[in-house]
């Protein structure tokens, strides 16, 4: 499989991680995000569905 064959999904930090607990910090900067308003673009594993799913409060998926 191509590199552009790969799916891919961009997360944007849109609530600050000020307060949470301390894992779901460490899921934010796997993520790739770090301040408020941060992209990252990600292939698209179960993997990192998950991690999107545990912090679904504080990202969005564009």
Not at 22 to 46: C, F, I, M, Q, Y
Request: proline share 2%; net charge positive.
């Amino acid at each position: 499989m191509a590199a552009a064959d790969k799916k891919t999904v961009t997360v944007k930090l849109v609530r600050s991680i000020a307060g949470t607990r301390e894992s779901h910090r460490a899921t934010v900067r796997g993520l790739g995000l770090r301040k408020l308003n941060s992209t990252s673009t990600l292939e698209d594993t179960p993997s990192v569905r998950g991690m999107i799913t545990k912090v679904q409060y504080l990202v969005k998926v564009i």
